[in-house]
């Protein structure tokens, strides 16, 4: 986990306040406490603050390409970025680091903002065209990285968290009341609102490109393209089967790209169904070195500790549990309270909150089942 953030203004005038971007960068210390690095024009700058997970020494951001005009910060991991990265070598562009990340500066040279498509992986990416003098902002499929922004008169800012958006003077805390009354409906806020009336999220699978003062945004994945047709034949019997064997390789598949990594690995394991079947694809791929994670409750009627103990025995992983009692469970509350920008109305963050820490003196890395 990574974090980014940046101002850029669109008439590339003198950007207003752009002193205000170390404060902002400062703020997403937390998400990347690994290295900080920033680019800085008098239109535009851009900041990162990195957890380092792939090419410790030299995988430090910003990136560039060769001749220094296209440069990158981003928040993610790009999981096909080695079949890319032959391909883009191939063609004759020139690497300086093994980092997933500069794979983008090169695609993006060669495809401009369609780049995107082309990549497998969770990311919030901010790359500056200084020759187009163009600004691309995208976000993964799923939506798994955060971004979010605020655009006020010429100037537009942009950051992985709502904290850092509110470090840039001006940005109204204002409630959007839409959104909230959407919160207590559906448990969370949809996509772009936010609690704030001023502030937007990029939503997933879409990318922005501003350029000549105007400012695009669109998806360039949909889901519904996917989906199988409506009014479509029942699956048969021998569908099925083959819908099953596809399943599990494409289950397969995901693990073999998620454990590239330079870093200690775990996963999060409750015994239900999804972290299973992740802990069982891992333990086929990594026998006898897998780190497994579980919270036992002291209330039985909540607790899943028996599911996870037995799936933990069958495929013979590291398994570590922790206990989140009444205290602890109200410390994270309390922790949770500075970190969470938005209200959310699940209450599994606590428990996963208390995980992901007591996991952290073990690995640096944790995947986990969800949906």
Known sequence: MCGIC???????EPAEHRGRLDAMSARLEHRGPDSH??????HVALAIRRLSIIDLETGDQPLFNETGDVVLVFNGEIYNYRELRQRLLGGGHQFRTRSDGEVIV??????GPDFVRELNGMFAIALWDERAQRLVLARDRAGEKPLYYWLGGRTLVFASEIKALLEYPGISRAPDFEALTQYFLYGYIPTPRTAYAEIRKLPAAHRMVVEGGDIQIEAFWRMQEHLRPPGSPRVTRREARHLVRELR??????????LVSDVPLGVFLSGGVDSSALVAIMSELAPGNVNTFSVKFPQEAFSEEGHANRVARQFKTHHHVLEADETSLCEALQFLRDHLDEPLADPAVLPTFLMSRFARSHIKVALSGEG
């Open 6 to 12: 940046g101002i850029l203004n669109l008439a590339a």
């Open 37 to 42: 690095g920033k680019f800085e024009l008098p």
């Open 106 to 111: 090169h695609l993006y040279e060669d495809l």
């Open 249 to 258: 390789e494409r289950l397969r598949e995901a693990a073999i790209s998620r």
